[in-house]
T-cell receptor, first 116, second 113 residues
């Protein structure tokens, strides 16, 4: 199946710093990618839809100035958590939609963010 | 707004048992439904995808069914093994302008050796 990678797989940072997470579709082009957040023992919550060449669409309650999304190419979307705080600590998962395979979404392995 | 519910939230069975995980959704206007597996601290592994026009999909010991009109799907696992222990997530891809996956809260499965 199609492969989506995320980098880094885990990151620990100090409060107030910014962290960038990359999501890449390795063997297909993705006009649309998605960013999810998952707290312990909870399900995935959609944060935003990343659209290549245009602004991301954020879900209600997600601060767009805090979670900056850039989808500059058909294989790369980035999520930057700005001025991170301990409450931003979570598991962030991206997915990429493959329009050539019935819009199937392929998920990355996730990034564990810990803010001290 | 689409809502997805999974029952039970947790399930513990002895090895070798056949089991059924349930998923229900409120809006039947779906494009497809997927079942995923998630191991602790890991990402998602896609198990089965059922298109809205299909009624079931099979992969090895797994069988997923879809009844779109009633808003239900089941994941059947035959001859369960300890390696099947994980959280199983159901996700619905809504059609129309939303075109996004909505996840259920998952069923945490433990298969005891």
């Amino acid at each position: 199946g199609a492969v989506v990678s995320q980098h880094p797989s885990w990151v620990i940072c100090k409060s107030g710093t910014s962290v960038k997470i990359e999501c890449r579709s390795l063997d297909f082009q993705a006009t649309t990618m998605f960013w999810y957040r998952q707290f312990p023992k909870q399900s995935l919550m959609l944060m935003a839809t990343s659209n290549e060449g245009s602004k991301a669409t954020y879900e209600q309650g997600v601060e767009k100035d805090k979670f900056l999304i850039n989808h500059a190419s058909l294989t790369l979307s980035t999520l930057t958590v700005t001025s991170a705080h301990p409450e931003d600590s979570s598991f962030y998962i991206c997915s990429a939609r493959d329009e050539g395979r019935w819009d199937t979404q392929y998920f990355g392995p996730g990034t564990r963010l810990t803010v001290l | 707004k689409q809502e997805v519910t999974q029952i039970p939230a947790a399930l513990s069975v002895p090895e070798g048992e056949n089991l059924v995980l349930n998923c229900s959704f409120t809006d039947s206007a779906i494009y497809n439904l997927q079942w995923f597996r998630q191991d602790p601290g890991k990402g998602l592994t896609s198990l089965l995808l059922i298109q809205s026009s299909q009624r079931e999909q099979t992969s090895g010991r797994l069988n997923a069914s879809l009844d779109k009109s009633s808003g239900r799907s089941t994941l059947y696992i035959a001859a369960s093994q300890p390696g099947d222990s994980a959280t199983y997530l159901c996700a619905v891809f809504s059609s129309g302008s939303a075109r996004q996956l909505t996840f259920g809260s998952g069923t945490q499965l433990t298969v005891l050796p």
